[in-house]
Nanobody, 118 residues
Framework: VQLQASGGGLVQAGGSLRLSCAASGNVFSIVVMGWYRQAPGKERELVATITDRGITNYADTVKDRFTIFRDRARNSIYMQMNNLNPEDTALYYC?????????????WGQGTLVTVSS
């Protein structure tokens, strides 16, 4: 599975961005896709995930501001980010989990940088 992320950029506080992640390869075995982020000097953290059944999960810090959704026809997921604040500044990574023997097989896309100015 290959993941191509895009959509990052520079935005002012209160603004919006939409991230995209397109999956290619053996996409039929993907069970979960999501977004993670890593700010400078911090560990990578979960932002939002969506399962193959459409069940979503969000970090408390982004609930009610971010929305993850998918387009099955394009094998893509998106994340609409509204009301951004400087604490959302980070490198955002797309992740896909594929069913494996005993434990999932994990794939990461390249990061896309989101910078929120105050």
């Amino acid at each position: 599975v290959q993941l191509q992320a895009s959509g990052g950029g520079l935005v002012q506080a209160g603004g919006s961005l939409r991230l995209s992640c397109a999956a290619s390869g053996n996409v039929f075995s993907i069970v979960v896709m999501g977004w993670y982020r890593q700010a400078p000097g911090k560990e990578r953290e979960l932002v939002a995930t969506i399962t193959d059944r459409g069940i979503t999960n969000y970090a408390d810090t982004v609930k009610d501001r971010f929305t993850i959704f998918r387009d099955r026809a394009r094998n893509s997921i998106y994340m609409q980010m509204n009301n951004l604040n400087p604490e959302d500044t980070a490198l955002y990574y797309c992740k896909a989990d594929m069913e494996g023997l005993g434990s999932p097989i994990v794939f990461w896309g390249q990061g896309t940088l989101v910078t929120v100015s105050s």
